[in-house]
């Protein structure tokens, strides 16, 4: 069952440790701002909860993960301080799955593009169907994966975000994301993906939760001045998403 919300639906469930996300919106699963923000919310409150020992991340339906942005609001950004504040929404959901207390286990049923990588990177290990292609698509609209290539580049190296970032109109097939690293393991059909995904979850829910929390930290070092940066980078697409290439290339998407 999907959403057919405008702003999209956002719920979570708790079970044995396992704490369950998952987003949903009628448009591919893309992000307005309004779930981004209930997305980086969930994930803090989560965080702060010592019942929850592993998260999962997902997405409704079978086909899309995320669209990535929402095309409706990218065109109705008027002003720098506007597209700021819609590209910080990506920063922040990144931020708060790298500090993130507990690993956050992503679920990949479908394609997925731009910010949509980005949360796929920002988890700690992620597990994707054979229809999980990736793709960045930003440059073909005018702007870049600036705030989602940290933690894209962090995943899979600067070359490989470089073959993504470059070749923006391409797919990626999901063996191609597993061998550069943003996928761990890929499977013929959902039923398996969640099968193992729930299986993998309950093994990580039953190991020390100090443990994994220390572990955590240890990964994700090096990357404390994100606040700063992915805002920085927010600014840079927040400018781009006011130029007129991309107010007529979205024009042209949307017809």
Known sequence: MTTTRTNGSLYTHSENHIATVEFGHPASNSFPSELLER??????????????????????????FCAGASFDELVAITNLEEGKKF????A??????????????????????????????AC?????????????????????????????SRK?????????????????????????????????TITELDKEVQLF???????????????KEVNWKGTDHWDKLLTERAEVSGELVLSKFTKDALEKFKK
């Open 39 to 64: 997305l980086t919310n969930a994930i803090n409150t989560l965080s702060n909860d010592p019942s929850i020992h592993v998260i999962i991340l997902k997405s409704e339906g079978e086909k899309a």
């Open 87 to 90: 590209f910080s929404g990506f």
């Open 92 to 121: 922040n959901v990144i931020n708060s799955m790298r500090k993130c207390k507990q690993p956050i286990l992503g679920r990949i049923q479908g394609k997925t593009v731009g910010g949509g990588v980005g949360l796929a990177s």
């Open 124 to 152: 700690d290990y992620c597990m994707a169907t054979e229809a999980a292609s990736i793709k960045l698509s930003e440059l073909t609209i005018g702007i870049g994966p600036f705030v989602i290539e940290p933690a894209v």
């Open 156 to 188: 899979i190296g600067l070359a490989a975000f470089e073959a993504l970032a470059w070749d923006a109109s391409q797919w990626k097939n999901a063996y191609w994301a597993k061998e550069k690293g943003v996928f761990t393991r890929v499977f013929e």
């Open 201 to 215: 979850a309950e093994k990580l829910a039953s190991y020390n939760p100090q443990a994994i929390q220390a572990m």
